[in-house]
């Protein structure tokens, strides 16, 4: 039979997300939802919603959204923009920010593993800088690193270890001739956003989403923040794409939701304090834990190997993430659940290392 897809569609190995089994009721940790729900106020706005105007597009930049990200963060509307996903933006800003013939995109060999997809899809150079020997951010070597512009999570995922904002300032002063990203996803449990130095730094785009902070994962949504020049870039790659990403209920939901912050920071704590006691019961169990700033932690153990922890949580019906690459195959990757989660995954893994 003819094949008729694209050598690219032939050849191109796609991100593959957290697994979402349906075989029976799980603890589900592998994808580093909020344990909480999103905001009364979200909830309000969803229902205050006109059914019958789902019948007309939405805004198409989202407009009353991005007026109150603005708010929240404190910078212009026209310093915002809106995506289905933070996923998305970041797509986008391939195209946006790298050419397919220049020095390429430089990330680090264990960070979000959507980066080098974007870069195969569309035709992008990555320039990979390994972290250091401890898991940090090698910074000298990614700003050493010859490349059109740099890619970086904070905190990074999947080892949920954070970078100071003045290292972050430092970072960006210095690549202050070619475009830093930074993909704040885990931003809301870690609180050292380098968003204000939007208004000083034009080569800064901060990207954030509304699924880990914000207990709306199901809604697909995140923004960028930058100087308007790279927002506009977005927004021109954004439309020669889908001129409507963010659609009308999400739009509400996610406006008022940015809106609640009160909300938010109570949980968001609840969840960082789960994260410090979970640590050091997983310390307590013969586990090493990487320092995390984030909503996830990245655990391994002293005699089992990452695939073992992986499945035996799975036989008892815990999901983790476990990544079979270099470097980290030993570790697990645990989502800070609720309490009652997280003594569930507990009493699991003490289970069978007894
Ligand atoms: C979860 C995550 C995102 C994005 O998520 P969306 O749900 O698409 O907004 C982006 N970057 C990192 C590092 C993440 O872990």
Do not use: W
């Amino acid at each position: 039979m003819k094949n008729y897809l694209s050598k690219k569609a032939r050849a191109i190995t796609p991100y593959t997300a957290g697994e979402q089994r349906n075989d029976r009721k799980y603890v589900k940790l592998n994808t580093n939802e909020n344990p909480y729900p999103p905001s009364e106020k979200a909830l309000q706005a969803y229902r205050a919603l006109q059914f019958a105007d789902l019948k007309l597009y939405p805004s198409p930049d989202s407009d009353v959204l991005c007026r109150a990200i603005a708010q929240a963060e404190n910078v212009e509307r026209e310093n915002v923009f809106c995506g289905n996903g933070s996923d998305e933006i970041l797509a986008l800003c391939f195209p946006a920010f790298f050419d397919p013939d220049g020095e390429g995109a430089a990330f680090a060999d264990v960070t979000y593993s959507f980066y080098p997809v974007f870069c195969e899809f569309f035709n992008i150079p990555s320039v990979i800088v390994p972290l250091k020997e401890d898991f940090t951010m090698d910074l000298d070597a990614l700003s050493a690193a010859r490349a059109q512009g740099v890619i970086l999570a904070n905190p990074n995922a999947p080892t949920g270890i954070g970078i100071p904002l003045n290292k972050v300032e430092e970072f960006v002063q210095k690549n202050r001739d070619r475009i830093v990203i930074i993909d704040e996803a885990y931003m809301p449990f870690f609180g050292q956003s380098a968003a204000a130095l939007i208004k000083n730094y034009d080569n800064l785009l901060i990207v954030k989403t509304f699924s880990k902070g914000y207990s709306l994962a199901g809604m697909r949504c995140g923004y960028a923040i930058g100087a308007v020049s790279l927002i506009n870039g977005l927004k021109c790659c954004k439309d020669c794409f889908n001129s409507y990403p963010v659609d009308r209920v999400c739009q509400a939901v996610c406006a008022a939701a940015i809106g609640d912050q009160d909300y938010y920071a109570n949980r968001n704590a609840l969840v960082v304090k789960e994260r410090e006691r979970l640590s050091k019961e997983l310390e307590n169990i013969g586990f090493t834990v990487l320092p995390s700033s984030s909503n996830f932690v990245f655990a391994r153990h002293k005699n089992l190997s990452g695939a073992e922890v992986y499945r035996q949580l799975r036989e008892r019906g815990v999901l983790v993430r476990h990544f079979d690459r270099p470097r980290i195959s030993q570790f697990c990757r645990i989502t800070v659940g609720s309490k009652e989660q997280n003594d569930a995954l507990l009493a699991a893994l003490r289970e069978f290392l007894r």
